[in-house]
């Protein structure tokens, strides 16, 4: 699948085998899904749902979401509201990058992830920035 968020910036999702749900036609299940936004992103997981009326798509059991700055979080959910550019978890997320470590009950990424939000029990742990000696 294919197409563009209210922004106009395209996505992809693709995976290994598609199933439409027999009781919802509209309903896909799908095999190891991964949307990739082409410039800030990609989520990936071993199962999830896509509804291609509300373009909204489920993922389900290890969901890897990874970005462009080298951050990497995981999770057991994501709903990402495709056509909106945003993910919301309900579910523990942890994850690392070049500026340290965090784990968090809930989060919410809007705007391609220029807008994060990590909600209930949130821990962070911050690596200093290395200086650069010019060696």
């Known amino acids: 699948f294919n197409g563009r968020n209210t922004e106009g910036q395209p996505y992809e999702i693709t995976a290994d085998s598609a199933q439409r749900n027999g009781a919802n036609a509209s309903l896909v299940e799908l095999v190891n899904p991964a949307l990739d936004d082409g410039l ?6 071993p199962k999830g749902v896509f509804d291609q009326d509300s373009q909204q798509l489920e993922l389900f059991e290890e969901v890897t979401l990874t970005d462009a700055s080298g951050n990497r979080f995981v999770t057991t959910h994501a709903r990402m509201y495709v056509q909106e550019n945003r993910i919301i978890g309900l579910q523990p997320l942890e994850g690392e990058g070049p500026i340290g470590k965090i784990r968090a009950d809930s989060y919410e990424i809007r705007d391609g992830g220029a807008l994060v939000t990590f909600k209930g029990n949130v821990w962070t742990e911050l690596q200093p920035a290395r ?3 010019g060696e």
Do not use: D, H, I, L
């Open 40 to 45: 800030t992103g990609t989520v990936r997981a």
């Open 131 to 133: 200086r650069n000696t």
